[in-house]
């Protein structure tokens, strides 16, 4: 069996490679493939643009040379004679600058022999004095420019003498000789201030229509139309509207005519993607050119798509990979897994059955349908049952008949707001024993999923020890409050009796006790009087809880105002009342207690000249909140919570009037209706005293 699996293993796992193979191989196929479309597709733009850019300065050549041709027949077959006013009206209408961009200008110049050089000169004096042929030569014949336009930037052309330089010479008398449109080689303009490559292209004209033999031509000849071109300006204008996705070099033999192929071209690829050498013809001299793709070629058409391809298959392949090795472990960790799990499980459950049987308290779980699944030992001994007893039953077993109707309804609220919650704690709540008999119950309750389906758990306590507690203690409360109102009320009218022989003595001594007697008698009453004071309030304390009183509409703003008035402040102290303030519907003697004791302190133990007590109110969603602040000497951190204890004060009795139970009765009263109050203070600078009162 062993051996089996093993060849299975061995057999999958060799097709596991194959597929990662095969997808290698394609991989690189598509690759190479796209890589190849996107090579050639470059190439056929190359060819493309190459011939693009050969043809386009052919055509500009041959617009040139048809400007030449017109101004020929014009001069051939209108006047030989033509003056340079004429030859001016000639040039405008060609409108050079607009129709043949590139051009330097369009000029004449005639062939004159040595004997009719002074009368050639003296015909064109006439028109412009200071006309001369220029540069000196010993030669027989004579060349010179004789008209020029635009004149402006060829002024240094007129009256010069072709026959002065070989490569001038020579194209003009090639075209003489030969009737065909010939250009020179490369030279230098005389007005070109930059002393860059350019030539001259020359169209004979003679006086004379049928000429066919060489004698012919040079019997008749009269002169040259001719066109001076700056290389580079001719190649400006040429590629005017091309896209510049190539460079290239003109070379005229040995001597270069135009040249991009240089490192200072921002254009310029050292590693270009393709190039090519191809020679030109060009009106009798060879053009060789060498075009090259530039770096914007190499941009505009490089793609990602070959290496998108190859990544892609790599990153496949690896996840191929991946998977692979993932699957032929997957079995095996399957297996593992589950025998981890299984061995967790086994372990929770023995966790949580240990936890479920020593609970204190007893766990029952229920379905949807209200009957009991699960039971721990607690629960059996509350109830009285057995396990086998409740299991299967409906939870209803468990609860007092009279409210077994209304449980269901229970129930369904719960699942359809499965919040955690506890009962028991403010409401009466009882379980029912196997023998009948009831017991306080607290219960809480939480739901979960088994699967898909809902289950409750349900946790119980056995109250009555608590409730039995809470009853001795609301018991022993009680005797306590009806002994400090007894005790205080009765002490009343014996300290009332001290208090007026006291004031009696006061009356009979006045004219002859001594100082120190008066002294001590007065000290005797003060303390009378403050054990009056804490009297009332023990009797204050007591009371409260016992009365409820009348609800009614109080206006705190006004309460405020009015406990401020009957305290009676010095003229340094100042209140700030909040503008608006609620009304309250309650019933006003608590909180008119809790208003005079907070104003009251602020006033007493406020040691500044100008002292200022500030009350303020908020509303929120269930209960109110006030503040009332104060600027005195603050109380420090550590007494934060003993001011709330009875008989606490922080100055000497002698010095402040009060008992020291003020922040305690209003700590009671605001416990009583469910309030709260905080002191904040850091003991240096005023003390604020917010508390809360509910709607």
Known sequence: MAEQMSKTKMVINGYYWLVILASLLLTIFAWKISDNQIQEKRSELFKTQSAQLLDQISERMSHYEVALKVGAAAIQFISHDTHVEEWQLFSEALNLTETYPGINGIGVLYFIQPN?????????????????????????????????????????????????????????????????????????????????PGFLQYVPFYDSQNIETLEQRQQHFVGHVYAPFIMSKLIEGALEHSSHQLVFSIVDGKDVLYDELQSTNDNYDENPLFQKKIILDMYGRPWSFQIQTASSFRVSTSSNQPLIILISGIVINIMLLFLFITLTRSQQNAIELAKKITRELSIKEEYYR?????????????????????????????????????????IDLLIPVRYQSQHPHHRKSFT?????????????????????????????LAQFLNGDAPKTLATIINMTEHVQVTE????????????????????????RGIMQLSAWIEEDIADYATEDTKSNLALLMNRTSRLEKLLEDLLDYSRIGRKAGDIQAVDTKELVLNVFDLQDPSDSIKLIC?????????????????????????IKHNNKENGVITVSAQEFPRYYQFSIKDNGPGIPVRYHKQIFELFKTLQPRDEVEGSGMGLSIIKKLLDYHDGSIVVESDGKSGTCFTFTWPK
């Open 354 to 394: 240990h936890i479920t049987e020593s609970a204190p308290c007893g766990i029952i779980i229920i379905n949807a349908k209200g009957e009991i699944e699960t039971v721990n030992p607690q629960t059996c001994v509350l109830f009285g049952y057995t396990e086998e007893e409740m299991i299967g039953k409906n």
């Open 578 to 602: 909040q503008e608006t303030m609620p009304v309250i519907d309650m019933v006003i003697s608590p909180f008119e207690t809790i208003i005079r004791n907070l104003i009251g302190n602020a």
């Open 116 to 196: 009719n050089l002074n009368e050639f000169i003296n015909a064109q004096r006439q028109y412009r004095p200071d006309f001369q042929i220029h540069p000196n030569h010993d030669k027989q014949e004579y060349w010179p420019i004789t008209y020029i336009e635009p004149l402006i930037s060829n002024e240094k052309a007129v009256g010069l003498d072709m026959a002065f330089e070989h490569n001038r010479l020579s194209a003009a008398k090639k075209s003489r000789d030969t009737g065909t449109t010939q250009i020179t080689g490369p030279i230098i303009l005389v007005q070109d201030a930059k002393k860059t």
């Open 472 to 495: 001795e203690l609301k018991r022993s409360n009680k005797e306590l409050n009806d002994f400090a109102y007894v005790a205080s009320h009765d002490l009343k009218a014996p300290l």
């Open 416 to 444: 359809e707001n499965p919040s955690h919650r506890r009962m028991g704690l403010g409401r009466d709540i009882f379980g029912l024993t196997k023998k009948g008999d009831e017991f306080p119950a607290e219960i809480g």
